[in-house]
């Protein structure tokens, strides 16, 4: 993606997560919120990263982010626990694994103009695999079924451009849609 239409993209969607009160992102969880927050976060420290390197965007901040993406996820399911507990334990394990996968592989994800350097397919499909799971099994009072589908379809579509791209489609897609949706309180037409 080139990055003046991810500028003006990124623009879009700050000015509706901006303009939108707290109450309409938090769709009965603040959880939800903070994982809009940090989606936007890494989306900005992305876009800088387009324009110009930093080492420590580069090879720590965007990863770092992804992880407290997916821990924010693990917050989700403990709130829920109580509804089907060996779902949520395998959503709890899957997530962890991941986490812990992405630590160990941490070299592959370093960065450089908002592009990976050194795309693992392996790690790329293993989070995708894992996060559709993960939305598979949530339990439909925190998910929809049509929220689900959704998600999936968000996970799958970056893997139509190249792999070093993926997180940058991922990210934007995400503060896009989280952004529309929080202003326009979509989720709750789904549920």
Not at 19 to 26: F, G, S, Y
Not at 94 to 116: A, E, S
Request: proline residues 2%.
């Amino acid at each position: 993606m080139d990055k003046y239409t991810y500028l003006t993209l990124f623009s879009l969607s700050i000015i509706l997560f901006l303009t939108t009160p707290v109450e309409n992102c938090a769709l009965g969880n603040y959880f939800f919120y903070y994982k809009i927050l940090f989606i936007n976060i890494a989306s900005f420290f992305l876009l800088y990263n387009m324009f110009y390197s930093n080492y420590y965007i580069d090879n720590y901040l965007l990863w770092i982010l992804l992880v407290i993406n997916i821990l924010i996820l693990i917050l989700v399911i403990l709130k829920y626990y109580s509804e089907n507990k060996l779902m949520n334990n395998i959503n709890i394990l899957l997530l962890t694994c991941l986490n812990i996968y992405i630590l160990l592989n941490r070299k592959h994800l370093i960065f450089n103009k908002g592009k990976l350097v050194n795309p693992s397919k392996n790690l790329l499909y293993i989070h995708i695999i894992i996060l559709c799971i993960f939305y598979l099994l949530t339990n439909n009072k925190v998910f929809s079924n049509k929220a689900k589908l959704i998600y999936i379809i968000l996970i799958l579509t970056p893997l139509l451009f190249p792999l070093e791209d993926y997180f940058i489609y991922r990210v934007i897609l995400l503060q896009i849609l989280f952004s529309i949706s929080c202003k326009y309180k979509l989720w709750e037409k789904l549920n």
